[in-house]
């Protein structure tokens, strides 16, 4: 607990630092990144299940979902496949989404709760705020379901829904090694610059998505194969808190201006689309133009404009999360805590959270570039070429 602490003033300290001087962190960046992306996906779903699945006879069960913000547009679809699912099988849904604001979502969970929820399903905007709320959902036998976020200091949780987290590290790593041949360029007299943006401290996931991306990637910083001018490689130099894209773009334009004022990044590992869409910005305010100069961009969650970017250029990957087989995956583990029965899970020795190891089911990333989206997200009826081409 101390660790995480220290990790997350470490990077409160660092995000402070950047920003000052800058407008609010809650401002739109540009017009085609954060501001877009709200737009599309208030009418865009990814897929259609909200509409073909029909509500079933009433349970008289209630499931409260705690989500924690709709300013991604992963969260607004995790939270439609969630409810149409759990509609579909009989269960009254109160689903909540508490924009990033901790105690906005305490009281959230404090009044689903009250209202006689029989199941919570909690995405956190940060669990070691929820320890003292969580006691209480235990104290009165409603089973707890973490969504996508290790809830965390608490025995309150049943089970874990989730992708392989580090695995989405490891294949961001992979990535970048395959696509600028690392294992080949020092011996051809190749380096590259590059710099990171990783994930919230106070997200459980960011360090294993930190830990899977240096796993590849740290032997060919101590080679001197990659080169990071800023020096900032730890998690606590690269973390950026509440997944914030502005805060992205600020680090970026910082980078830019301090230190790549003579030479060109070639590589901006991001660790979520909403900083390579600030990244991007950072770019293009710098003087970058799409082209050989422009750098090789990663990110996580595959949403709408992603995708459009990775067709136009402007981000070279994502890392694919299919939601609705997340929300599957969870309904299972809603429906076997009320009715009795196990749900399928295939880790029992990842994801300890301090007090207990949560049994848990990690659904698989994928990889996606202009390669293959066509194969897997298209193809896969993640998003149609028409939403695609507006």
Do not use: H
Not at 129 to 150: E, M, W
């Amino acid at each position: 607990m101390k660790k995480k602490l220290v990790s997350a003033l470490l990077c409160a300290a660092m995000v402070a630092t950047m920003v000052t001087g800058c407008g609010s962190s809650t401002g739109t960046t540009t017009d085609n990144t954060s501001s877009e992306t709200k737009t599309e996906t208030t009418t865009d779903s990814t897929t259609d299940t909200s509409q073909t699945e029909t509500k079933a006879e009433s349970t008289g069960k209630k499931v409260g979902v705690a989500m924690p913000t709709q300013s991604s547009e992963r969260w607004i679809n995790d939270g439609a496949n969630m409810k149409s699912r759990l509609e579909a099988l009989g269960y009254e849904v109160d689903m909540q989404y508490a924009e990033d604001d901790i105690q906005a979502q305490v009281s959230q969970i404090e009044n689903l709760i009250a209202n006689g929820a029989d199941c919570l399903v909690i995405a956190a905007v940060d669990s070691s705020a929820l320890v003292n709320v969580l006691k209480q959902a235990k104290d009165n036998n409603i089973p707890v379901i973490a969504y996508d976020r290790l809830l965390m200091d608490t025995d309150a949780v049943s089970y874990y829904a989730t992708f392989d987290n580090e695995g989405v590290g490891t294949a961001i790593g992979k990535y970048i090694e395959e696509k600028k041949d690392l294992a080949n360029a020092k011996a051809a007299g190749k380096s590259y610059t590059i710099e990171f943006f990783m994930g919230s401290p106070d997200d459980n996931n960011a360090l294993f998505l930190y830990r899977g991306v240096m796993n590849v990637l740290q032997p060919y910083l101590d080679d001197g194969t990659l080169v990071c001018k800023t020096g900032r490689t730890s998690f606590e130099d690269t973390c950026i808190l509440r997944w914030s894209q502005e805060t992205a773009q600020q680090m970026c334009e910082n980078y830019l201006s301090g230190y790549y004022a003579d030479e060109k990044l070639d590589i901006a590992c991001t660790a979520f689309d909403g900083f390579a869409y600030g990244v991007r910005a950072a770019l293009e305010g710098a003087g970058y133009t799409l082209g050989d100069e422009w750098p090789l961009i990663t990110g996580q969650d595959a949403e709408l404009m992603a995708t459009k970017n990775i067709i136009s250029g402007y981000q070279t990957m994502s890392i694919y999360k299919d939601t609705r087989i997340l929300a599957d995956k969870c309904v299972t583990m809603v429906q076997a805590v009320l009715e009795g029965t196990e749900p399928e899970i295939n880790d029992k020795e990842q994801y300890n959270n301090n007090v207990i190891t949560v049994p848990s089911y990690l659904c698989t990333p994928v990889a996606v570039d202009k390669d293959n989206y066509k194969e897997i997200i298209v193809d896969g009826g993640y998003y149609t070429e028409e939403q695609l081409a507006d």
